[in-house]
């Protein structure tokens, strides 16, 4: 049983070159894909302190070892650069069918470098990659664009387009790359995408993923397919928005910029069973990516009233809290229609909604006059000043555009008068749609993880609240729970899979198994944890190098000062500060959170060594 190496691109914009190599086979191993893999190329490609908006800075495209494959839910890529909106790293995952392609067209990735002239886009097509003009296409949103590249390199395969809108374009710091409507979307890597003046990647291709071992493989895809469509009978009916409610009465759910975490009535009109009934047709219009047997995506198509005729893939759990209740919001049409906005023009919905949410209360406050935000009455609960909102940050227009495009935090910077105490990020990123003040895990999983506030490394909200595995009232476990999930993340990360197919039982035994199968690792359990670790630590490396410390650990003033007015855990503040240094212990990481020489040795990543000490 061999691995059969994998190929990636290298396009620079500046000079026009494009290149084909071969992945490191050490590499490979040592890192495992998408993620993992782009980590190992940004860090020892870029240099310490490259301005993110810069030709010096590099956009990696990566699929995984298992991306279009047999195995369930295998349509994942992520694109990995030094964000724009946090200077940290940021790997932002992306599903639909635009990472298969890739491989079908023979790369498992793509490294973009420089800067072009005027605006280009990239055509693959079997293993031949071409710089075309895209003069024409700037200042297109992305439904035309996907439309307009799919016509133009017409095949017998529908061709893949991953391209950024108007934010993109204009370098907002919260724009999003879009590929079959799905979103890559935190950390700005579409304004990254846009000032190397690059519009898109349109890919279709004939070929099929090489597998070590086909026939083991086969079978372990098939039962994995089994056991996904028996265990998502919640997820195929309502797609993530199946959560609503639980989180809204486990205290959890953002409502007015996070000062609040219940609201029984939006809870009711924006709950999966809600959208089920109405705008997504009884459940019968289902957009799931490629070979999904969970199938959770929704088309939600509105039939009736002021926005009749609009249809959206969507919305999520997260876009529907941070554009409902954190911003006073309880239509489903509403919230529909401003998620189709932001997928045509390439802007991240979970950031947008929380730094709108923040400004609606700067406006309540009276910290922010409405001539300074273009006369737009930006309150919570006003819809039409809401759906403004999205249409002058997706445009990138108008001083109330601008403010709201490059996130919370530069928000909050201009604001001033205190209004940083309620600005809800971490490191720059905007918290997604779980109130931090509700579980001691979970807020600890934001302020420590390697993008910025993230929900998903790991997820430890269900863990907290619906399992009943963890107390979210108290320190203790978390900083181990935290390490072990952040480990366990960055596997499903670097996979190929899509999260919502592997559980954590899963990950060391049938997801080791296939991977086992696929790539001819044949790594044991000890080793495959190890990757895990490993990659965690050089994307904690990667933001020590660029200065990033304990100091940026943090959650915001909101977060740790404010008792939190209701729900199950009201009266809580987060004490970050007892699970820190436990926290950085148990990673092996210095009192100031960097990874000592030891565990670096330990890990093998010897030339992180050299740069960061
Ligand atoms: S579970 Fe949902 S997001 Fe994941 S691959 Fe399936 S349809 Fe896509």
Redesign the pocket.
């Known amino acids: 049983m061999s691995m059969k190496n994998g190929k990636i691109l290298r396009v620079n914009l500046t000079t026009k070159d494009i290149t084909t190599e071969n992945i490191d086979s050490g590499a490979a191993r040592s890192f495992l894909g998408s993620k993992g893999l782009a980590a190992y190329y940004l860090f020892k490609e870029l240099r310490r302190g490259v301005d993110p908006l810069s030709p010096e800075n590099k956009l990696v495209f990566m699929t995984g070892p298992l991306t279009g494959t047999k195995a369930p839910?295998s349509?994942r890529f992520v694109v990995c650069t030094k964000s724009p909106l946090t200077g940290a790293w940021v790997d932002s995952s992306c599903?639909g069918f635009w990472g298969p392609e890739l491989r079908f067209a023979g790369f498992d990735g793509i490294i973009v470098e420089g800067r072009a002239e005027s605006p280009v886009y990239i055509h693959i097509s079997d293993g031949e990659a071409s710089i075309r003009d895209a003069g024409f296409l700037w200042g297109m949103g992305t439904i035309d664009t996907i439309s307009y590249l799919r016509e133009r390199h017409k095949s017998d395969r529908t061709v893949r387009v991953a391209t950024i809108g108007p934010a993109g374009e204009k370098q907002a710091r919260l724009a999003a790359v879009i590929a079959d409507m799905r979103a890559a979307g935190r950390g700005g890597t579409g304004a990254v995408m846009g000032s190397k003046k690059l519009k898109a990647i349109s890919v279709v291709g004939h070929g099929k993923v090489p597998i070590a071992d086909p026939q083991k493989f086969n079978s372990l895809a098939k039962e994995a397919h089994k056991e996904n469509k028996e265990d998502s009978a919640r997820?195929a009916a309502m797609?993530t928005a199946s959560i609503v409610k639980l989180v809204n009465s486990t205290g959890g759910w953002p409502t007015r910029n996070f000062s609040e975490s219940q609201w029984d009535e939006a809870a009711e009109e924006l709950a999966g069973e809600t959208f089920q009934k109405t705008l997504w047709g009884g459940g019968k219009y289902v957009k799931?990516?490629y070979n999904?047997p969970?199938?959770?995506?929704h088309l939600a198509v509105i039939r009736e009233g002021k926005y009749a005729g609009i249809s959206d893939e969507g919305p999520e759990y997260e876009t529907i809290s941070l554009f409902g209740p954190n911003c006073g919001i309880k239509s489903r049409e509403v919230i529909t229609v401003a998620d189709r906005m932001c997928d045509n023009y390439g802007i991240d919905t979970i950031s947008l909604g929380n730094t709108i949410g923040f400004v609606m209360e700067c406006v309540e406050r009276g910290l922010v006059s409405l001539e300074e935000i273009d006369g737009v009455d930006l309150r919570f609960g006003n819809e039409e000043a809401f759906l403004k909102a999205v249409n002058m940050a997706g445009n990138v227009y108008g001083n109330l555009g601008r403010l709201l495009a490059n996130g919370v935090k530069r928000a909050a910077e201009k604001i001033g008068k205190g209004s940083e105490k309620f600005a809800m990020h971490v490191k720059g990123l905007e918290i997604p749609a779980y109130v931090p003040r509700a579980g001691h895990g979970h807020a600890l999983a934001y302020a420590v993880a390697d993008r910025g506030a993230c929900h998903l490394r790991p997820w430890l909200y269900g863990a907290e609240h619906f399992f009943g595995k963890l107390n979210p009232s108290t320190t203790e476990d978390k900083p181990e729970a935290v390490k072990l999930g952040q480990q366990n993340r960055a596997l499903i990360h670097s996979s190929g899979l899509?999260q919502?197919?592997v559980s954590e039982d899963m990950l060391y035994e049938s997801l080791l198994q296939m991977i086992n199968a696929a790539t001819g690792f044949n790594y044991t359990v000890d080793e495959f944890r190890l990757v895990g670790e490993r990659i965690n630590n050089l994307t904690r490396s990667f933001n020590c190098r660029e200065g990033f410390t304990s100091k940026d650990d943090t959650l915001p003033y909101r977060s740790t000062n404010e008792p939190l007015p209701t729900g199950p855990q009201k009266g809580q503040v987060i004490r970050l500060s007892e699970m820190l240094p436990e926290y950085y212990r148990v990673c092996g990481w210095s009192e100031d959170g960097v990874p000592t020489k030891e565990k670096l040795e330990e890990l093998r990543l010897d030339f992180v060594i050299e740069d960061l000490y």
Do not use: Q, V
């Not at 969970?294 to 995506?297: D, L």
């Open positions: 839910s349509c599903g997820m797609g799931p990516c999904c969970i199938r959770c995506a899509c919502f197919a």
